[in-house]
């Protein structure tokens, strides 16, 4: 058997998400489609809106074949670090391709990823971002520069993918999705960006999502609670507002000075949103700023993380027939651990960032996310 994989959220998973699982089967052959997917927290740093357990059974029900989680240490960073992390999983698991979407799947992306190899390991500047230390140096060593968000995300999947010992082959398609700036769901379209299907859900928008979304979705967004970050916010507030300033300092993805812009600002917001633009500044951007407002919460150091990144692993969230057969294939090969289910000292030690990420978001889901829940089981049909 061959495998295609493709990285995802699926936060919620609308019907360009499903055409980009057709694609994958279609244009690889492949025999078992593979699913890398973060988790409940995501990586603008934000809570997905639907738990990770719910994202991978629609998943499963919409073409694919095996989900395994991109960890939360991978899951809530910048667009090199996500995209490393989701690439090894699926090195990890022998895939032969890699199929993902782009706004201009034309761009000759392996040369830009050849050109910046070497520059790339000096982006460690955490008071600017990567994407704008990413392309002043791709400015400088090609002189094209890249602005939309699937192509960055494009190109660091070929920086991650051609540091392999074994490559695997990249395929960019078009996007069949509105632009992720588009918050508004057009009348008589079928597609729909996934910020315009989370604004129409939380809206309660029913009328204009049905025809954007498979109806196992719809299901899901129409009977399941349906997480945001204002949810979250009392909790954070008490993080702010408790921590020493010296420890949140210490915070993933933390600029030096920030900490205390933080600790003011949650003095005197009343909201999540309330909160973020107070903080707000030229020198950050909004997904910064909430990735960061993720580590607070979830209390994610900068060593942890990093220590974290070191030892990737494999967590099975659900397979059909195929994936499970798939999955015997490649066990005894596999070069990162394999979990099916979190014990006592998974929570404690090699999962325990995963686990306490869960239980956070558990508090507002109100659903186990980790002890006593095992992969899906489903039967390999398209719903």
């Known amino acids: 058997m061959q495998a295609v994989g493709l990285i995802t959220e699926y936060n919620p998973l609308h019907n360009g998400h499903r055409y980009h699982l057709q694609q994958a089967q279609q244009l690889t052959n492949a025999d078992c489609v593979v699913v890398v997917m973060s988790g409940n927290w995501l990586q603008r740093g934000e809570p997905a809106i639907l738990d990770k357990w719910t994202r991978a059974k629609l998943a499963l029900e919409n073409g694919a074949d095996l989900v395994i989680e991109l960890p939360v ?77 699937n192509d960055m995300l494009s190109f660091c999947y070929y920086a991650a993918n051609q540091t392999l010992a074994h490559p695997m082959q990249l395929l960019p398609i078009k996007r069949r999705q ?4 588009t918050t508004t769901i057009a009348a008589d379209s079928r597609y729909a960006s996934g910020t315009a299907v989370r604004q129409a859900a939380l809206a309660q928008d029913w009328a204009a999502l ?3 979304v498979p109806a196992d979705t719809f299901t899901a967004l129409t009977t399941q609670r349906l997480q945001r970050w204002s949810d979250f916010w009392p909790f954070l507030q008490y993080q702010l507002l408790t921590v020493d300033v010296a420890r949140s300092g210490q915070y993933d993805q933390m600029a030096e000075g920030l900490e205390y812009r933080m600790q003011a600002m949650a003095q005197h917001a009343t909201t999540f949103d309330d909160f973020i633009h107070q903080v707000k500044s030229k020198r950050y951007t909004y ?97």
């Open 73 to 149: 240490f991978f899951a809530t960073q910048p667009a090199h670090l996500f995209a490393r992390g989701g690439i090894e999983l699926l090195s990890a698991l022998d895939c032969t391709s890699v199929v993902f979407g782009a706004e201009h799947p034309e761009l000759d992306f392996q040369r830009l990823a050849t050109a910046i190899a070497a520059r790339q390991g000096s982006f460690t500047h955490y008071n600017a971002t990567f994407a704008t230390q990413f392309n002043a140096a791709l400015q400088a060593a090609t002189g094209v520069t890249l602005t939309a968000a």
């Open 287 to 383: 997904t910064r700023l909430q990735r960061v407002a993720t580590a607070a919460l979830l209390q994610l150091n900068q060593i942890e993380i990093q220590n974290a990144q070191a030892h990737n692993y494999l967590r099975v969230l659900g397979f059909t027939p195929k994936g499970q057969a798939y999955l015997h294939q490649v066990k005894k090969q596999l070069p990162l651990p394999l979990y099916t289910k979190i014990n006592q000292d998974l929570r404690q030690h090699a999962l325990n960032l995963d686990y306490r990420a869960g239980r956070v978001y558990q508090l507002i889901n109100g659903q186990s996310q980790d002890l006593y829940r095992r992969p899906w089981r489903l039967p390999a049909t398209i719903g």
């Open 178 to 181: 509105a632009d992720h700036a």
């Open 210 to 212: 049905k025809p954007v």
